[in-house]
């Protein structure tokens, strides 16, 4: 095992990609000369030059449709958003061409093509850079979306991501790119898409989390444990496919589940996974499934109104409570 | 304070708002030219020999115009008697555009446009049976039924399609651009789109990038005078060629009524961005004889207008040609033009006969590695 930050453990997921098919290259603003905005395409332009690390400009639909129309013409794009939430601009070619080209030209194409980039929150950085959107992209048929937790997922997963035949949206985050954990260095190690993994075994209560959220739920678990209640943490690290059978053999064990996502409550993770929980493990369940999201609200800068707008471990703690009829 | 305005428009200022194509000059008495919503630039003087075009290509040429023509014809009609539902966009009065350009390309030549496809999907590789099909939602269709009116398409023939979103496709012509050149396989993409593309931002962004790295591209806006009911002079400045001058690009303006101009003026833009990996950006000015689409009550233009063009119809005037020249007898035309219209209604039969897809289709094509469709058990009995 080696120790690599999650941003190194992508780039060296990358760069294996990279070394191994010559059709993978990647794009997006400040990858090359920049090293990247986050440091995650550091030293790829030395060592595969202009043609494969691509500085586009400040154009995120034109450029997320080159990238559409390069992987439905042969090649694996990997396309770098700065964020997620300047994806926004090329939506339409996420979510009108990536995700649609091949089933209404009747399977005559396909478009394997990485979106990648950061996702949801990022501290004080206002209302337009703090959106969670991979839920948004859960929605739409044709869209794989992974949401990695830790830099041993991160590097599996995103090796899976590109060799995907079908596009893939794969999240990271700007508070994430710098921590530490173990990597595999097993030869070719790959993660597959779609299984979730659980973090954090416990009899008591599952908690259902990606992303950043994981970390505040670990936290939350120490926590609780502290009073004898022990947390099953279930990462479905993919988003879509979701691996339900995970979460449900949980909770049919436990028989109380909390989501917490990090995006707003309406028609989120949260709201699809505890729909699924209800229909599914009705009998179980000794309590509602509740859940921990933002609020409807937009991301506040003020570092008050931030805190009380951000998921926190003491709000797991008290849903965790709640489905454990707990004061 | 400054004055108030007491006629604010929010429109362009000169323009009569009345009608487009109307005859100009009429207080005066006297009779003038229609002011019309595209103007044409004079067509090359070329006979087909000097353009290049030897006479067994012009009878293709003709083959396919007519075919282009018949098929929309009876398509119209059959949407007209219901037989199948959705947008119908039709391309006639543009086939010089569709038919011109594919002779000036090389066979593995990519070209993508927007949803009025049918004379592209003709000329590329998707047979009338398999386009008609494709318009009734039959099985059989070029793209199974799945994709209808607007997005036929034979990838392997290099036809990667007609797209719905106005604009969209204009980023994925660069892509593919992009990876030929990756590629090193000297193809030259064409991208095609309509004056009313021209205006999104999808092609501010696409021209920049691709005069930035050279792409092997060529972008034509088929201007064919209205943005849906909206005049070209009404949604968008300035001349649409002139755009290219922004970005330092090469660019051209095509009398697209004219075969031999299309054909001519293509071949040497496609020549000079297979030698030079340079990226172009052509206005071929046509006009659509029918409305955008099929509910489309055409108000905003006069029938003097529409008479104007059909004057100079592309089909009309290959068809004289052919004749005057002594390239065709009128038995040659006649015969052929039985054959094809033969083959139209056969074409009507297949898409009847066809089958609809199977039930299981709703779930396939949509991905090409493992299929996932979340939670589908809900959807299966």
Redesign the interface.
């Known amino acids: 095992m080696a120790t690599l930050q999650f941003r190194e453990a992508i780039l060296a997921g990358i760069d294996e990609e990279m070394a191994r098919d010559e059709r993978v290259?990647i794009m997006g603003e400040e990858v090359a000369e920049y090293n990247g905005a986050y440091k995650v395409t550091e030293g790829l332009l030395e060592k595969y030059g202009f043609?494969r690390v691509?500085d586009?400009?400040i154009?995120e639909?034109?450029?997320?449709?080159?990238?559409?129309?390069?992987?439905?013409?042969?090649?694996r794009p990997i396309v770098e958003f700065m964020t997620f939430n300047f994806a926004v601009l090329a939506a339409?070619?996420i979510i009108?061409?990536a995700s649609k080209?091949?089933?209404?030209?009747?399977?005559?194409?396909?478009?394997?093509v990485v979106f990648r980039g950061p996702n949801a929150s990022a501290g004080q950085l206002g209302a337009t850079h703090s959106v969670a959107y991979d839920s948004m992209y859960?929605h739409f048929?044709?869209l794989?979306v992974i949401y990695p937790s830790e830099p041993d997922d991160a590097k599996g997963l995103i090796k899976s991501a590109i060799r995907?035949?079908?596009p893939v949206l794969f999240m990271e985050s700007e508070q994430m790119y710098g921590m530490k954990g173990e990597v595999s260095d097993a030869e070719d190690y790959i993660i597959p898409i779609?299984k979730a993994k659980v973090k954090r075994q416990g009899d008591d209560v599952t908690v259902v989390a990606t992303g950043k959220m994981v970390h505040v739920v670990k936290q939350a678990a120490v926590e609780l444990a502290k009073n004898g209640v022990e947390v099953e943490l279930i990462d479905p690290m993919t988003i879509?496919?979701?691996d339900m059978e995970t979460i449900l053999t949980s909770v049919k064990k436990t028989n109380r589940c909390v989501v917490v996502d990090e995006a707003h409550p309406f028609g989120g993770v949260a709201a699809e996974v505890g729909f699924?929980i209800q229909r599914e493990a009705f009998d179980y369940l000794d309590a509602p499934v509740q859940r921990v999201t933002l609020p409807d609200v937009n991301a506040p800068f003020s570092k008050k109104l931030f805190d009380l707008w951000f998921p926190d471990a003491k709000q797991v703690v008290e849903a965790v409570n709640a489905v454990t009829y707990r004061g | 304070m400054a004055t108030k305005h007491k006629d604010i428009i929010f429109a362009p200022v000169g323009i009569d708002p009345t009608k487009n194509g109307k005859a100009t000059g009429a207080a005066s008495g006297k009779q003038s030219p229609l002011e019309k919503s595209v103007d044409l630039p004079a067509p090359t003087a070329a006979n087909h020999k000097e353009a290049g075009l030897s006479k067994a290509q012009l009878h293709t040429m003709y083959e396919q115009i007519y075919l282009q023509r018949r098929f929309e014809e009876r398509a119209m009609q059959m949407y007209q008697k219901g037989k199948f539902g959705g947008f119908l966009h039709l391309y006639i009065g543009q086939e010089a555009v569709s038919t011109g350009t594919v002779h000036a390309l090389n066979d593995d030549d990519?070209i993508i446009t927007a949803y009025r496809d049918h004379g592209w999907g003709l000329v590329r590789g998707v047979t009338p049976n398999e386009g008609m099909a494709e318009l009734f939602g039959k099985a059989t269709?070029?793209?199974?039924?799945?994709?209808g009116s607007m997005?036929f398409?034979?990838?392997?023939n290099h036809f990667?399609?007609g797209?719905?979103?106005v604009g969209?496709?204009?980023?994925?012509?660069?892509?593919?651009?992009?990876?030929?050149k990756?590629?090193q396989n000297g193809r030259v993409t064409t991208c095609f789109f309509g004056d009313g593309a021209v205006d999104q931002?999808?092609l501010?962004?696409?021209l920049?990038?691709c005069q930035?790295?050279k792409l092997p591209c060529i972008f034509v806006v088929e201007n064919n005078g209205y943005s849906m009911g909206t005049a070209a002079r009404r949604h968008t400045v300035n001349e649409i060629h002139e755009r290219a001058k922004g970005y330092g690009m090469k660019s051209a303006i095509i009398n697209g009524m004219d075969l031999f101009s299309v054909y001519k003026e293509m071949k040497a833009i496609a020549d000079d961005v297979r030698k030079t990996s340079e990226p172009w950006f052509v206005e071929i000015r046509t006009y659509r004889y029918r409305g955008h689409s099929m509910s489309d009550p055409q108000k905003y233009r006069t029938k003097e207008e529409l008479a104007e063009y059909q004057k100079i119809d592309p089909l009309e005037k290959l068809r004289g040609y052919l004749l005057e020249n002594k390239l065709m007898t009128e038995k040659a035309v006649k015969d052929l033009e039985a054959k094809i219209d033969q083959q139209v209604l056969d074409a009507i039969d297949f898409a009847e006969e066809s089958p609809f897809p199977e039930n299981e289709a709703l779930f396939?094509?949509?991905?090409?590695?493992e299929p996932?469709?979340?939670?589908k058990g809900n959807f299966e009995s």
Request: charged letters at 15%; hydrophobic letters at 35%.
């Open positions: 290259f043609k691509i586009t400009p154009s639909l034109g450029f997320a449709g080159i990238g559409v129309g390069a992987a439905m013409n042969g090649l339409d070619q009108n061409h080209a091949r089933y209404m030209l009747g399977g005559q194409l396909s478009c394997p859960a048929p044709g794989t995907s035949e079908d779609g879509k496919p979701l699924l | 990519d269709g070029c793209s199974k039924g799945k994709g997005h398409a034979s990838v392997e990667w399609g797209y719905g979103i969209g496709h204009i980023p994925i012509g660069g892509g593919i651009a992009f990876a030929n990756y590629q931002g999808a501010h962004e696409t920049n990038i930035l790295w396939e094509d949509m991905y090409a590695g996932y469709f979340h939670d």
